[in-house]
């Protein structure tokens, strides 16, 4: 038999509502990459959907966008390494994409009242984030990243990637919103719980045992060692070099930060005649940064280390200097019987346009036999902030004693379609050498914890400014070190080596195209009853004259 209500008063206050658009927006900017609190995706959806179907408030659409819009905005502070301008029409456009879709799903849940409607909304936003991705803006604004601590849920990534995982969010917040209105107008409601219980109980159980299950193929760990050394005192050096004053740098300072606007300004004259005797405080402060590096390299052969990665472009220089700084690498590799993954920033000299791409931000991957294995160039520079020229959209593998073993470059795990060369090629290993700051850490390393699940590899995520991470296939942690603890950016762990093959490693983004022919559907739909309805309004004007 099946409950349902009585009918019950629909709550009309005003003051409940916008109390409802303020706890919405609230929780959207909470699980947002600055806070990152993953309980909070579970609460704004519902709470958003909740007021926009429903709320009585006078200019309701007006609110329900500055809401939005001051969310995004607050969320957006620190984050964006953009201009104000840039970040205000990212909010923009966004901001009416998501009005689209609160749109759509007003209207289907007028027309019908069925459970099925509940597949709107979260198709919707799902395909929108999907949309996102594919267009540049990279995974940054999924709400799926949200739930990395959600391990037994997070394991639906090998099936679906993040497409599954928003899916649910914003699926129960549509059924819940779905049973609030069926609970006040006395309609059935239970069975339609029921069914999404019992949805998301068989994908929780399938999580727990991909989770906890051993697989018995993996191959032996093996010791690896992430360092960064932090570049600060290059840029004060040549800051005083240029404007004879001296700064000191705070470490969790953001790029947009009117401070590091300024010493990256006084920068500029460094890049375009990088000369010796104009700029000594620079020299000695870069000398010293290589030195270091190839210290703490050091540090971590001695101490068993297999394989040493830096942090992204963690080796600043000049062109002219790359070729001996090469040699350099290849003679510590041999010297110390180690992989070494160097991490460099090469900068071309000469006058700089706002065309000219004058910075190579690659990865070059040494033998313990001193051989250049690789050399790898950042395929996705951030948009708008690094003027780099794009690699050829391959990621490497090489095959080592320890495996296969890839490499790719920060913002490059962003683009989940892109790392599913992980998969096809069998990597056991991706290394992830990149580069953060306060307001994104520890968020972005967690956001690339799922491309390990995905593609069923270890992740050795080590970042500058940020949360250096490692994880399995199941992005369970090996291994964590956190650039804002004192003394030296240096950590070693044993590592899990092997591929372990994921369904989305056969079916890619399937879920994520339904979830655009789901929503695709629904526009049709809409559509065609609006011009039916248009049509059959003059035959009713004629048949009355």
Not at 271 to 285: H, L, M
Not at 316 to 329: K, L
Not at 369 to 389: D, Q
Request: aromatic share 14%; hydrophobic share 50%; proline share 5%.
């Amino acid at each position: 038999m099946t409950l349902h209500s009585s009918p019950r008063l629909m709550p009309s206050s005003k003051w409940l509502f916008a109390g409802i658009l303020a706890a919405g927006a609230a929780a959207n900017a909470l699980l947002s990459p600055k806070w990152a609190i993953p309980v909070f995706a579970w609460f704004a959806p519902g709470l958003l959907l909740f007021y926009f179907r429903n709320a009585v408030l006078r200019f309701k659409m007006l609110w329900f966008i500055v809401a939005l819009m001051a969310s995004q905005i607050v969320s957006a502070y620190n984050v964006f390494p953009f201009p104000w301008p840039v970040t205000v029409a990212l909010t923009v456009i966004n901001t009416a994409k998501l009005l689209a879709i609160f749109f759509i799903d007003r209207w289907v849940s007028k027309k019908s009242g069925h459970f099925i409607t509940t597949l709107v909304f979260p198709a919707a936003f799902t395909a929108k984030e999907f949309f996102d991705i594919a267009t540049g803006g990279g995974a940054w604004w999924s709400i799926a990243n949200t739930q990395y601590s959600f391990s037994w849920l997070a394991q639906l990534a090998s099936v679906t990637g993040l497409a599954g995982i928003s899916f649910m969010v914003y699926w129960f917040a549509a059924v819940t919103v779905w049973a609030l209105q069926n609970y006040y107008t006395g309609k059935k409601f239970t069975n339609g719980v029921t069914w999404f219980a019992g949805f998301f109980g068989v994908i929780l159980l399938f999580g727990a045992y991909r989770l906890y299950s051993v697989q018995t193929t993996r191959m032996a760990d093996v010791k690896v060692a992430g360092l960064s050394v932090p570049t600060f005192g290059l840029l004060e050096g040549v800051y005083k070099d240029v404007t004879g004053k001296t700064v000191t740098i705070d470490p969790r300072t953001s790029p947009t930060s009117p401070q590091l606007q300024q010493v990256n300004a006084a920068l500029l004259p460094f890049i375009e005649n990088p000369d010796t005797a104009k700029f000594a405080n620079g020299y000695k402060a870069l000398y010293a940064l290589h030195d270091s590096l190839f210290a703490e390299s050091r540090q971590a052969a001695q101490a068993g280390a297999k394989i040493i990665t830096w942090s992204e472009a963690n080796a600043i220089m000049p062109v002219t200097m790359q070729d001996a700084f090469i040699q350099r690498g290849q003679n510590f590799a041999k010297n110390n019987s180690v992989y070494l993954l160097m991490a460099m920033g090469v900068f071309d000299t000469g006058k700089l346009t706002p065309a000219k791409m004058f910075l190579e931000n690659k990865t070059l991957l040494i033998s313990p036999e001193g051989e250049i294995l690789n050399v790898f160039h950042k395929n996705h520079p951030v948009p708008y902030a690094e003027r780099c020229k794009p690699g050829d959209g391959k990621i490497p593998v090489v095959r080592t004693p320890y495996g296969k073993v890839s490499v790719s470059i920060c913002y490059d795990a962003d683009i989940p379609g892109s790392m599913r060369q992980l998969g096809a090629e069998k990597s056991g290993i991706l290394f992830l050498p990149s580069g953060d700051w306060y307001a994104i850490a520890p968020y972005h390393s967690y956001m690339a914890m799922f491309r390990g699940i995905e593609n069923g590899c270890t992740v050795v995520r080590q970042a500058s400014g940020g949360l250096s991470l490692v994880t399995d296939y199941r992005g369970k942690k090996l291994a964590s070190f956190d650039f804002y603890n004192p003394g030296e950016k240096l950590w070693a762990a044993n590592v899990i080596t092997g591929h372990v093959a994921t369904v989305y490693n056969v079916i890619g983004d399937a879920f994520a195209y339904l979830c655009m022919v789901i929503t695709c559907a629904a526009v049709l739909y809409l559509v065609a009853g609006l011009l039916w309805r248009t049509k059959k309004i003059p035959a009713r004007k004629k048949m009355v004259a």
